[in-house]
């Protein structure tokens, strides 16, 4: 085993996001480090529509990120941070690392978007395979297609949290990958993968041509999240294993205005956190992806402590049982 010392960081050694020790995935599986979760950056908005600057996302998350003054024993098991609300120690004993990303940056334009998104499938594979949750921070949403590929080939019964102010769905039955963008994405998830998906914080409007929704794409409107809170959302969400995919949108624009897609109406960022702290203490999370903050030089700070944050605390929020899983 590469033996790790004890490190305070940020102090002694350099790190990745939230401060966490950085850990090439490539290098991953010859260090002996039994990682719970591995953090990727997907530097890609080529599946955009609208204002591009997505790719820029895990520069940014990493660059502006909270420096959570972990310390990390020779076996990679993170302590020494306390809640100062509850007193707990965040991420105790739990191995989380910055495994980089898993595309280069800046992208080759000649690389067509389905091998893009294969090496999407490829990089969060290796994750699973080493037992670990994926963890992905984009990019735009359309990366969350590639990842769900991925997950759905190891883990066929899973259910889908997204929280989104946009249903990103079109009508379409028979998208494959390489036909995917940030917004039908759902399309893809419910008709091409057999997802059942629950799309939060939603508050957009849909053509006629994508109507009647399926069955198993159920939208669950801000104004309701708002009022009935996270207890009454999980009461009502029917799956037990969760991918969580989170389109920072799905906050209200006069909080968090860095995003290609803005609407009015959504929600905060405390219940943004309540929810996705409470749905990871409820249900086992088998991924999670955060997508769709832009390039914009005065909000790049904030972007990157909220990404941070939201990581830490959704991992932290988790099962006590969270592990690797087997293989």
């Known amino acids: ?20 020790p950085l850990v090439p995935l490539d290098e991953l599986p010859t260090t002996g480090l039994v ?5 990727v950056g997907v530097p890609f908005d080529g599946g955009t529509s609208g204002v591009a600057g997505a790719r820029h996302g895990p520069e940014i998350a990493r660059v502006f990120s909270r420096a959570y003054p972990w310390v ?19 991420l105790s004993g739990r191995v989380v690392v910055d495994g980089g990303d898993l595309l280069p940056f800046p992208l080759d334009p000649r690389l067509p978007r389905e091998q893009i998104y294969l090496r999407i499938v490829e990089g969060v594979s290796r994750i699973l395979e080493l037992g670990a949750v994926p963890v992905l921070i984009g990019g735009d949403h359309s990366v969350t297609a590639a990842a769900l590929s991925a997950v759905v080939a190891r883990e066929p019964e899973v259910g889908v949290v997204i929280f989104d102010a946009h249903l990103d769905y079109d009508g379409a039955t028979n998208l494959e990958l390489k036909e995917v963008h940030h917004a039908n994405l759902n399309s893809f998830a419910v008709h091409h993968l057999d997802l059942a998906v629950t799309v939060a ?10 109507w009647p929704l399926p069955e198993r794409l159920r939208p669950y409107h801000s104004r309701r999240l708002k009022s009935s ?8 969400l029917p799956y037990e294993r969760v991918y969580i995919s989170v389109d920072l949108d799905v906050l209200d624009p006069l909080a968090f205005s860095a995003t290609g897609h803005p ?29 769709e903050f832009i ?30 899983r087997p293989t």
């Open 263 to 291: 609407i009015p109406g959504g929600i905060s960022y405390e219940l943004l956190t309540d929810t996705l702290t409470a749905l990871a203490a409820d249900r086992e999370i088998v991924g999670l992806d955060l997508a």
């Open 229 to 236: 809170g996270p207890a009454d959302f999980l009461a009502e």
């Open 72 to 90: 990390v024993d020779r076996n990679g098991r993170l302590s020494g941070v306390h809640d100062l609300e509850t007193g707990a120690e965040l």
């Open 201 to 210: 914080g939603v508050r957009d409007t849909l053509g006629s041509e994508a």
């Open 295 to 324: 390039n914009e030089p005065l909000s790049n700070e904030l972007s990157g402590l909220l990404i941070s944050s939201l990581i830490v605390e959704t991992l932290a929020s988790a099962r006590s049982d969270l592990s690797p």
């Open 35 to 39: 990682p719970n979760a591995v953090i």
């Open 1 to 20: 085993m590469t033996a790790l010392a004890v490190v305070h960081a940020p102090y002694e050694q350099a790190r990745g996001i939230a401060n966490l």
